[in-house]
Each structure stands twice: as C-alpha cells, then as structure tokens.
C-alpha cells in the first residue's frame, strides 16, 4: 500500500539478522530431554526458572489470591472496574517494600514516587518519552541488552551513544570513557539528556561498585543530565560485592543533599518482577522517580500500559507476605549461585573463562581464544558454530555493541540441572574437537555444518508436535521469542 | 477589527489609502503580538481554564517547579525534560476529566452520602458484573489449574509468552466478536493482536499509519479520550469533522470531504478516519450503507479507516449492528485499510482486566503491531482467565443477552424520566449512555451556555454529565448521560435534580 508510517518501514527496531538466525533454529528444533535429545538448547533467554516451586506453593495456601477474594469475601465487582492508572495502592505499597527488603532496607521507597507499568520494556519506554525526543541523546555503557536498541529510541526518535568498556578492567565504567562518548554524541549534533546503566548488568552479571556509581553521579551533577538506573536484577545478586542502589549513593554524599542540588529530580530507577520474581508473563514494571513532572506525565502514559488489576491484587497479596518474601529472596539466591557456580567449574573445565560475576542470570564468556581471527565476523562464525553444531543458542556481545570480539551471553536459570550439565558436556566436545581439528584444514568448511543441522532438524520436528500436543494448557506453537528477549 | 476602521477614518484624510491600510494593519499586527505575549502560560504552571465560571479542580502546581529553578552546582543548566512530559504533566483542562475529578471529591452514596455528585460522566456498566461474579466462584480454581490438579500450570503462566498474546486468547476473543455480530463474520485468530486495553491499540494504530505532523478525520461528536490517546506522544492531529443533529449524527462524506479539502489546503497529510461504531458518545449505529460510502471515501483519498467498535456487545435497541470487517467482501483490495479496535472493557464490563486488540487485513500493520505490543502485553494470568471466560460459550450466549436486556430497561427509563422533563435526546441503540439534548435548559443557545449548564448541573444540581463541547460537538447543549451504573432507584433522584435546575 506504501500508506504506512516512517517509524514502521524504517528498521529502527531493527535486529540483527544474523542473531535472530539463532532463534529461528531453537524453534525449528528445540531440545527436549526424551523427545528430542540432541535439539538447540535455549541458553539465550535471561528468564529465572529455579524458584516456580516456591511460587506454586504460596499459591496453594493462599488460594483466596488468585480467586478475588479478600479474607473470604469476593472483591471482583471491585477490581473489574479498576483502571485508575495511580495503581492499586495496596500493590505500590507492598512492591515499594519488596524493592527495600531487596536492598537489605537500608533505603525505603515512597509508593508515590511508583508508576506502574506493563513489564520494564514499557517503563523503559514511557521514561524515554519523559526525558528525551528526537535530536536528543542517551549514553549507554557496552556492552548491553539488545533490546534498547528498540525499546529506547524507536518511537521515542531519542539516540543511543554507546560508553564504550572494555576486558582490560572488567567492562567497568571509567570517567574518560564517559567523556569520550559525550563528546561524540555532540559531534553527532546530539544534545546529551541522560546515561542509562544496568545494575547489576545485562549482558556482564556483575553488580556495579561504589566506584564506578560515584563517578556516575559526578558526572550527571557537572553535567546536569539524568540518570536512569535500570535495577531489574537487583534480586539476583548471589554473592559479594553486596548491591549498591543508586539512591544509596546519592544518601550518603552530602552534594547530593536537596538543598544544595537537584541531582535526585534527576535520578530514575526502573523496576520490574520478571527476574527477582521469575514473572515476566506477569509484565509488571515500575518507573521509581522523586520528580513530581517525569512522575506524573509518566503515570498519565502508563494508559497506554496498564497492570492488570486481577495481577495487581494477586501480586499485592503475595508481596505483602513477609514471611514469603525473606524466604523466597534467600532461598533464590542461593540456587542461582550454584547454578552460576556449575556453569563456570564446567567451562573452566572446557579451558573456557568467564567475567567475574556476582549476579543475573547468565555468564558473561571468554571465547576469544576459539576465535580464528580476533574479528567480529569470526565471532559470528563462531557463534554459528555453537548453534548449529554444538546446539546452544547463546548470544553474541556483538549483538550487545561489545567494543571485543570474542564474548557471548550464557544463560543458565531457564533449564533444568541436567540441561545444564548437557550443555557444558557439549561444550567440552566442541572445545576439545576444535582443538584437535585445528591441525585439520578440511574440517573447517561451512558445508559440514548445515548438513548435521539439516539431519538435527528432520529429526526434531515430529518430536516437537507431540510434545507440544501433551500440554493441556501448552504455549503456543508459533510463538517466538523476538531475539532480544531479556 | 473594531480598531483598525476608527484608524482608517483618521488617517483617510491625508496619505490616502496607501496610509489608510498601511498603519492600521501595522498597528493591528502589534497588538496581536503585545496580546500573545501576555496571554501565553509558562509551564509549568496552572493551564488557563477558559472557563471562568464552573470552578475547576485545578491540581496543585507540580513540586519540582521550584526544585528545577535551584542552580546546580555546573555551570550548565540542568536537562530539562522533553516537552512532551511537561504538557502531559499539566492538568487535563477538558470537562469530561474536570467533571470526573469533581465527583472524585465528593462521590454520591444513597446511604453515606445523599447530596454527593451522582456520576453520570463515566461510561461503565455495572449491571451484569454480579454474573461473572458467579461465573468466577464456581469457575475459577479450575481455569486456573488447568482443571486436571496440574499445579504447575500457575507457574507456566508466568514466564515468558508471546508478546501480541496468547493464541488461545485470540482464537477465544474471535470467537466471543464472532458470537456477538451473530456469526455474520468470522473473525479470523492471526489477523489479531492482543493489547493492555483499547487504549493503547488506538495509538498503536496511529504510530503505524501516520507520522508526527500527520492527520486523523475524526466525526463529531467524539470521545473526549481520543484527544489524549491519540495526540500525546504520537504526534498526530485530530480533525474534527462536524455532523448534525438533523441527520441524528451520522458522517456526512461532504463534510469529510471538505475538511480533507481544507486540510490538505494547509499543507497536512490526512491518513485516515476514526470512526466509533456503535458511537460514543451519542450511542448510534452506523448503517450499512453509510459503511460503503465511508469505505469509498477512503479509497478514493487512498486513506485508511479505523474502526472502534468496543460497543458492539452493548447494543440495547432494534438495530442490527454491522462490523466494518462485514461489509468487506473476500477480494476486497481495501481490506488493506481497514482496522478494527475492540476490547473487553465495555462489552464484559472488565476494564481493569486491560484487555483489547487490533484486528487488521494488512500484514505489515499486524507485523508492526505485533513488535509493538511488547510495549502494552496483557498478564498471562489475566488472559488465561479469559481464554476459560470466553470459551465457555453457553455463558457467553446468556450474559450477551442479559446484559442487553438490563441496558435496555435501564434505558427505558432513563429516557421515560427525561419525557416526563420535557427533555429530548438522540435516537440511539448502543452503549451505556443517552446523548442528551438540554438546550432548553440553557439560557444562551452558545458554547458559554453550556458551559454555565455544566457549572450548574455539576455545582448545585449534584450531577456530572460530560457536556458536548467536551467532544467536540458543534451544537451547544447537548451532554452525554451514562445510566448504566445507575439502580432504579436512583433515576428519579436525578430527574428530580434535574428538575430542580431547570425551575430557577
């Protein structure tokens, strides 16, 4: 019809071709213990599995929860009608608490600063609409999740300028970098608006230091720009350094006091129960913001992205539960770091490394050293390889805008402890048939690995429609996980 | 005007007429200009509500005001917020949002509170929620665990699903839009994309078909909503295209002809009509022929039409309702422009469920919002409810109908309290509401009468009814009047209040 918009025929939510090959293969022939052994194992999706039982169990003894009911009385005449876009206080109120018990309490958040937003890709968004428009800029560090990419700048118009970081000091922010990237975003003829930094990070898994976090703050004060926070994976923290929020530092530095700067009018911290509480199907997301305008014009937009009042009461009910929550945050943790633990004992085996990480829910891989060539079309090449021939969809940093060649994403929360085991034994094999076919020239021709995937995928199909026909209640067949899912 | 022929008088005498236009058109050109200086508001402060006399619930000035005025410690200032967060923070100066807060205040309650504000602004129904109360309780333990002790079924749920939503959901919400048009369409499950309501599926729309700049046909009178959802970070403009109570309301291709005309006069791209089928707010249904016509319209601007047909389950009169998706024959080319809204909120009175959906023959529109819907997904949980609610048809067939009888005898005598007033509304077979005519209630037959109508119906009558100008309407005096949250018993309380007025 040649009728449609410029946002929707330009590519500005565009995605790597390339990446998105990985996913399509997954679906074509995803691996299932019985029915499809030798199926790609799903190791690019950050989703947190290893806590449901937890979940399912509150659930059968709270079952007034789920069936709107408050202490045996129904309330579904109260919450059908239910649209007011300020949010179900009660729900605001016991996330608010959630987000400080998994800060240790050491800062409470005012459930009036809480806008309520369907998942974090929305918050993400409607906070973008708040600060930036087009001809602006948002200064991000490399490498990151993919989806902002979309998220941030596809109907907002704003721009993304990456901070570049780098392996030779852990991927950390430093003042030169943040310099460097300002100072290219105004050769670009963008006007800076704010810094965006995952923390604890996506794709790195590693919670930001105190450092790295008052360097932040500096420069959003000498700059007067706005920082948003994404703390998503604030509950996945499994081990030392502790989390540190944001609003922590700004607490502690006496510049920061409101009666000398507006810096906390500029400070934005985005939320979301999708990790912490393994509920992304929930899209439940918050934009936290002590600044009454971004507070208000983002509540107002939160129309276009409203919890649903049934999830807010079930979710209500289910935070408020201290006891539950104190044990399902412990108990969390601790299975995500043996998980962490098993990934990296099993790729230290294979003669693989990992960043050092302390949170998420994935590694942040050293593969350099299997790179034929230390570029980012061998890292593609590379990548391939591991899908079609090892069967493990993994991600590129390439698809993260890693300034190195050679890193990739491993997800490990979303499978069972055998997958896993499954995953690091093929590793193992790929690692040590590289090694040896390094001294085999032939070996390494394209052609050899779409014919074993061909064999995989013949193989897989049939296998996929029963299982999928097993499910009473089953996930539909054609859905797909658009690539960057976090 | 007046100005400028004193002027021309005086200086007629000497310079001629040369002088004689020159000066007074200088001068005129300054005075504007001194006007505009002075009238223009600084955000972020109070808005000019251009309606000094009902007094309007101005909410307190946003506190950062003053923060955002203290020097920061660098010499440069401080990122201000994009524009678009600063006129979407202020207050909403329009009557339907001014009329909702009021009674926000001071809400009626028979008991608690007698001579509260009885809303009659907010398009709800309230009449039919004790069945899916009862659907609920003997249904929802088994929805919810899959109905075979399957405890893992919560949890499934919960991780990751399609964003543009579950595909049970779109084959159970098109069958629930197929049962409701009496099968005459059979809605097709790909052709849809579940979204957080009607809301967003509206903008949606207007990301996809129109670029920041561009224009919507929008007839009149229309949902004060659209002004919000529409506008406020698209970037679109809505085109108000006038209809009569002559012809009871309905689109007259005329009048959208001239103001595409005009429109395109002024240099901006019409990309096509919304029209709300059945109406809100005048609650008519759009005729079969008038849906050919608009249809030819459109394709000969080589435009495209969205149709938001949300009321199509409440409709309470004899008329059959017709979807645009009917009147679309199998080889139509234009089914590329047509697109239908529709949600859950009004039909099965849900709208905290926040479930709604586009339904498109064009593929590139369904790809688009199907990227899109990440940003406005519906809970899995939410939809797993729905897919048992909607399935269980046998339910469905009997809350439809009911639903439309309750309506029905709610309206009846609604409108028999309005005869008994000597009041007249438009004819109309849809909805929760009655497009009123209270004219003659009006001292001035003027938009500023109607306004001191609203003033007194919301101030001393105790009622709050969205006035027409709220929607655009370009006869003064006419008001929507939602019933449909309304008991018996309060019907004659509200004529009488009415009544009250009308007598001073």
Known sequence: MGMLSKKVTCNSHGQDSSYFLGWQEYEKNPYHVSLNPSGIIQMGLAENQLSFDLLESWIAENPDAAGFKRDGQSIFRELALFQDYHGLPAFKEALADFMSEIRGNRVSFDPKNLVLTAGATSANEALMFCLAEAGDAILIPTPYYPGFDRDLKWRTGAEIVPIPCTSSNGFKITASALEEAYTTAHRQNLRVKAVLVTNPSNPLGTTMSEDELNLLVTFVISKGIHLVSDEIYSGTVFSSPSFKSIVEVLSDRPDCRPSVSDVWDRVHIVYSLSKDLGVPGFRVGAIYSSNRTVVEAATKMSSFGLVSSQTQYFLSAMLSDKKFTGRYIAENRLRLRRRHESLVAGLREAGIGCLDSNAGLFCWVDMRHLLNKYTFEAEIELWKKIVYKVGLNISPGSSCHCTEPGWFRVCYANMTEETLGLSIRRIKEFVTASASAATAPTYCSGSGYERRSHRQHSKGSSGKNKFLNKWVFRLSPLHRHEADDR | ?504
């Open chain 2, 1 to 504: 005007m007046r100005l400028i022929v004193p002027l021309q008088g005086v200086v007629q005498g000497r310079g001629g007429l040369l002088m004689g236009s020159l000066i007074p058109c200088t001068l005129f050109y300054f005075l504007q200009l001194y006007l505009k200086r002075h009238r223009s508001p600084k955000p972020p402060s109070a808005p000019l509500s251009p309606y000094p006399s009902p007094s309007p619930n101005l909410s307190e000035l946003p506190r950062s005001a003053s923060r955002s005025n203290l020097s920061s410690r660098g010499s440069i200032s401080p990122a201000r917020i994009s524009n678009r967060a600063s006129s979407i923070a202020r207050p909403n100066s329009s009557l339907y949002y001014v009329g909702l807060d009021r009674s926000l205040e001071d809400p009626y309650d028979r008991l608690d509170n007698p001579e509260g504000i009885i809303q009659l602004g907010l398009s709800e129904n309230t009449l039919c929620l004790d069945l899916i109360d009862e659907w609920m309780s003997e249904n929802l333990n088994s929805s919810l665990s899959e109905g075979d002790g399957d405890e893992f079924g919560l949890a499934r749920l919960a991780t990751y699903q399609p964003f543009d939503g579950l595909m049970e959901l779109k084959v159970a919400m098109a069958g629930f839009m197929s049962q409701i048009v009496g099968d005459r369409v059979s809605f097709d499950p790909s052709q849809m994309v579940i979204t957080s309501g009607a809301t967003p599926a509206v903008e949606m729309l207007c990301f996809c078909l129109a670029d920041q700049g561009n224009a919507f046909l929008v007839p009149t009178p229309y949902y004060p909503g659209f002004d919000r959802d529409m506008i406020w970070r698209t970037g679109v403009e809505l085109i108000p295209v006038h209809c009569r109570s002559t012809d009871n309301f309905t689109p007259s291709i005329t009048a959208l002809d001239q103001a595409f005309n005009q429109a395109k006069k002024r240099g901006i791209r019409v990309r096509g009509i919304l029209i709300c089928n059945p109406s809100n707010p005048v609650g008519n249904i759009l005729l079969r022929e008038t849906l050919y016509s608009l249809l030819d319209f459109a394709r000969e601007k080589n435009i495209h039409i969205i149709s938001d047909e949300i009321y199509a389950g409440s409709i309470h009169g004899n008329e059959e309702f017709v979807s645009m998706a009917e009147i679309l024959g199998e080889e139509d080319t234009d089914k590329e422009r047509v697109h239908i809204v529709y949600g859950l909120s009004k039909d099965l009175s849900v709208s905290g469920f926040r479930v709604g959906c586009i339904y498109s023959f064009n593929e590139n529109i369904l790809a688009a919002s199907k990227r899109l819907a990440r940003f406005c997904s519906v809970s899995s949980l939410t939809q797993r409810l729905l897919v048992s609610l909607l399935s269980d048809s046998r339910f469905i067939t009997r809350y439809l109908e009911t639903n439309r009888r309750r309506i029905r005898e709610v309206y009846d005598m609604f409108v028999g309290g309005l005869r008994q007033l000597g009041v007249k509304w438009a004819e109309g077979s849809a909805g929760f509401y009655c497009w009123v005519d209270m004219s003659g209630l009006i001292r001035s037959y003027s938009e500023k009468g109607e306004l001191e109508l609203f003033d007194k119906l919301l101030n001393v009558a105790k009622i709050n009814m969205t006035p027409g100008s709220a929607c655009h309407c370009i006869e003064p005096g006419w008001f929507r009047c939602c019933f449909a949250t309304l008991t018996p018993e309060d019907i004659p309380i509200v004529m009488e209040r009415i009544r009250r007025i009308a007598d001073r």
